[in-house]
């Protein structure tokens, strides 16, 4: 049974920084993009960070410059690093992961806001 649960969410004022984790069993993360998603209130999912079993990232252009994704494989665990937090980051964010079928994690909260 694949599961992916997040952590390292919470309320951080604007300029601030946070670390999410995504701690993955039951799939081999090794061989798989994973990917970083947010939802934030009121509007559609998007997705907000990818790399690729390779180590490729890719950004989301309101992201680019302020945060990081990363993996560590042999703990299960994919990462994102977000500096300089803006209002505009108050979201839920989701990791995911593919294989025959399509992964969430349950999501952390990040609220950005003085």
């Known amino acids: 049974q694949v599961q992916l649960v997040e952590s390292g969410g919470g309320l951080v004022q604007p300029g601030g920084s946070l670390r999410l984790s995504c701690a993955a069993s039951?799939?081999?993360?090794?061989?798989?993009?994973m990917y970083w998603y947010r939802q934030p209130p009121g509007k559609q999912r998007e997705l907000v960070a990818t790399i690729t079993s390779g180590g490729i990232t890719t950004y989301a252009d309101s992201v680019k410059g302020r945060f990081t994704i990363s993996r560590d494989n042999a703990k299960r665990t994919l990462y994102l690093q977000m500096n300089s937090l803006k209002p505009d980051d108050t979201a839920t964010y989701y990791c995911?992961?593919?294989?025959?079928?399509?992964?969430w994690g349950q999501g952390t909260q990040v609220t950005v806001s003085s």
């Open positions: 039951g799939i081999l993360i090794s061989i798989r993009a």
């Open positions: 995911n992961v593919r294989d025959s079928r399509e992964y």
